[in-house]
């Protein structure tokens, strides 16, 4: 039992030994965040969403009340576009951009997902913005962004 005692406070000790390090790192991109669906327009380092809504098949709910037949839904799914509102974000220089580098502009021939991630605003508008413009299109992307208006990743969603 003594011994049972001991280790228990040894443990212990270790524990509040370990928990009192002063050594820990300012994380600057941690906290409470958001995700969007829509396409983007960017304007130096602001970017400009209009959110929309996924509908699949899945999703009867939205399907009955929007009277979505399934030759409006060929591949599965159906963008639903509710309003012309956008939302602004920020993009800073820890910003991750995702996506598919089907040309191999990044990556190797060889790479067989072709999924590229970089922080560098310049090559994610290198493979969008081809008219320099800003406006991204059509190409549906999620964006997860802090509650402050600060861009966490921007991820192009593949679609068929």
């Known amino acids: 039992m ?6 228990l406070i040894i443990i212990i000790s270790i524990f509040g030994m370990v928990g009192c390090q002063r050594d820990s790192k300012e994380q600057t991109s ?8 829509g396409y983007l327009t960017i ?16 999703d009867q709910y939205w399907i009955r009340t929007l009277g979505l037949t399934e030759a409006e839904m060929p591949n599965g799914y159906y963008i ?12 800073t220089d820890e910003t991750r951009y995702n996506f598919y580098d089907t040309a191999a502009m ?4 060889s790479d067989e997902d072709r999924l590229y991630t970089t922080t560098s605003l310049d090559r994610f508008l290198q493979k969008f913005d081809a008219d320099g413009d800003g406006d991204l299109g059509k190409i549906p992307f999620a964006i997860h ?3 402050d208006g600060r ?8 679609i068929n």
């Open 151 to 158: 861009v966490i990743s921007i991820s192009e969603i593949f």
């Open 80 to 91: 639903y576009d509710a309003s012309d509102e956008k939302f602004t974000f920020t993009l």
């Open 30 to 37: 941690s906290g409470a965040y958001d995700v969007y669906e």
């Open 145 to 147: 962004a802090f509650e």
């Open 2 to 7: 003594k011994k049972l005692v001991g280790l």
């Open 43 to 58: 304007d130096g380092n602001q970017l400009m969403v209009d959110d929309f809504e996924f509908i699949d098949l899945s």
């Open 106 to 109: 990044f990556v190797s021939e």
